[in-house]
């Protein structure tokens, strides 16, 4: 075994094994920090706490919980966990590269590094259930493609397996294929090189062509095996995300809604800065863009050739957003948006494939300070998740030493009746986006924080309270104002916000 690990080792391609070792690198670099300590947020107090694989269950995602359970044990390791996020998403960032053309050893680090340390797979991690388990999707898509562009029923009936597994961890993972696929149909176009037999090998040559056949029906096949697996599980789904109906055609394509909602959230992702993505990252990203597109009307011959590249390019910008072509008003968070890195990454690989030295070499080192610029916000995202799980652990700490110090008569010392949730600061640099810094001090998330610290405490709804208790409550100002904290109808009564009724809406 020993020997045949060995000779595989050695079999593969030196400039990929030193790329590996980069990409590895350059993501500690990015997720040393999310390693070392466990951060929490909403979705973790509850996960936390699951010992089956019900874990994305409702959402349609069994792999997820499948994987969590039979793979992880059910439990949160922030270190090993996201060992495997890195080796995995390295493994996929580099299969990418070369499944696009390169060969350099440094072309294969920084396409593979924008993959793997994109600030939005940072801010993936901040859910600790992800770490390990949508870098299998990640890895699972890309080989569905490779696998499917090679047209042999084989391959075909392999990628769709690849498709099942990897739509059966997150759903969304199809706009990573779409535009892995899209990158590698736009290097066929712009270098369109002669076989030895003379046949073109561009986009419109029969063997491309076959081979994009081949790509389409392995992904319907795996969506028809993912939609017949759910079938079968007689699932109800949570109506949260829209995740049931991922794969419906029910309502057909509404595209008078659907293609206004692409284009703004394509526009603003490549020109509009956010919170956890600077305005001078945006402008660097843009520049690859405009380059890529210049290379696309310049190299390919004939005019027909090279308006065809420029039109694959701007398809490719959208597919990240490819779901929302059957779910315009759908939930798409972050989560769902890393096929951005990518399109950025088939920019890349554009300009190096050019054979424009100098435009490669200025290239390079911008995409060197891009890199950069992905691990400080990576480092600050891990950053503010590690203040926002103290500041509240410190709010409940505070709330239960409050609890503790209530007078033992009239209540049985556990049962605390909750109203509202609590509105934490939200200054800088607490500035809210998906996953980071969110807010759960509230009745659910409480009981799991009150188990978490190792408090027998039982927090109910304020509507499930006797009367008693809600009308204390309805006389208190929210906490940590006097008398937010108090005992009534035989429990604790605790207020940290006041209904909005219909004249603070109007």
């Known amino acids: 075994m020993e020997q045949i690990w060995a000779d595989g080792w050695q079999s593969v391609d030196p400039a990929l094994k030193r790329a590996f070792l980069a990409v590895i690198v350059i993501s500690l670099l990015a997720f040393g920090f999310e390693m070392t300590n466990l951060t929490l947020h909403h979705d973790d107090l509850a996960q936390i706490f699951i010992q089956d694989t019900i874990l994305g269950h409702y959402l349609g995602r069994f792999g997820a919980g499948w994987l969590h359970y039979y793979t992880q044990n059910a439990h949160f390791m922030p270190f090993l966990q996201m060992a495997e996020g890195i080796v995995v ?74 498709y099942l597994a990897a739509f059966s961890i997150y759903q969304s993972i199809i706009a990573n294929a779409a535009a892995i696929l899209g990158i590698w149909l736009l290097s066929r176009t712009v270098f ?39 079938s079968q599980m007689d699932l109800h789904f949570d109506a949260y995300q829209g995740a049931g109906d991922a794969f419906s055609f029910k309502n057909g394509l509404q595209l008078s809604v659907a293609l206004p909602e692409i284009v703004t959230g394509t526009r603003s992702f490549f020109l509009w800065p956010e919170s956890y993505f600077p305005d001078y990252l945006k402008k660097l990203q843009l520049i690859f863009l405009l380059i890529a597109a210049a290379f696309c009307l310049w190299l390919p011959k004939g005019i027909v050739n090279k308006f065809a590249a420029l039109a694959v390019l701007l398809i490719c910008l959208f597919t990240p957003r490819l779901l929302q072509l059957l779910h315009p ?33 200025l290239t390079a080192l911008l995409a060197c300070f891009l890199v950069g610029g992905y691990l400080i916000q990576s480092n600050w995202i891990s950053t ?99 008398g937010s904290l108090g005992v009534a109808g035989g429990m604790a009564v605790l207020v940290l916000s006041k209904p909005i009724g219909k004249a603070d809406v109007e």
């Open 329 to 361: 008003t759908g939930t798409f968070h972050n989560l769902t948006l890393t096929a951005y890195a990518v399109v950025v990454a088939g920019c890349l690989t554009i300009i190096f494939r050019s054979g424009f030295m100098r435009v490669r070499n």
């Open 192 to 230: 369109d090189q002669a076989r030895s037999n003379q046949e073109p090998d561009g986009l419109f040559s029969k063997a491309t062509i076959r081979s994009a056949i081949a790509a389409a029906i392995a992904v319907g096949i795996g969506g028809l095996f993912y939609v017949a697996a759910v």
């Open 89 to 162: 998403m390295a493994m996929y960032g580099l299969l990418v590269a070369r499944f696009w053309g390169l060969r350099k050893t440094l072309d294969l680090t920084l396409v593979a590094a924008v993959m793997c340390v994109f600030p939005y797979m940072a801010q993936v991690y901040q859910y600790n259930s992800t770490m390990a388990s949508y870098s299998v999707a990640h890895l699972l898509a890309a080989l569905a493609v490779i696998l499917s562009t090679r047209a042999t029923v084989r391959h075909v009936l392999m990628a769709a397996v690849a």
């Open 384 to 482: 503010v998740g590690y203040l926002n799980t103290q500041a509240h652990y410190s709010a409940m700490t505070q709330l239960m030493t409050q609890l503790k110090s209530l007078p033992a008569a009239g209540w049985d010392g556990k049962t605390v009746a909750v109203q509202g949730s609590r509105a934490m600061y939200s200054g800088y640099p607490f500035k809210p986006a998906t996953g980071i810094a969110s807010e759960f001090i509230d009745t659910g998330h409480m009981q799991w924080m009150a188990h978490l610290l190792r408090e027998d405490m039982t927090f109910i709804d304020m509507a499930d309270a006797p009367a008693s208790a809600r009308d204390y409550a309805a006389q208190q100002a929210p906490w940590p104002r006097p």
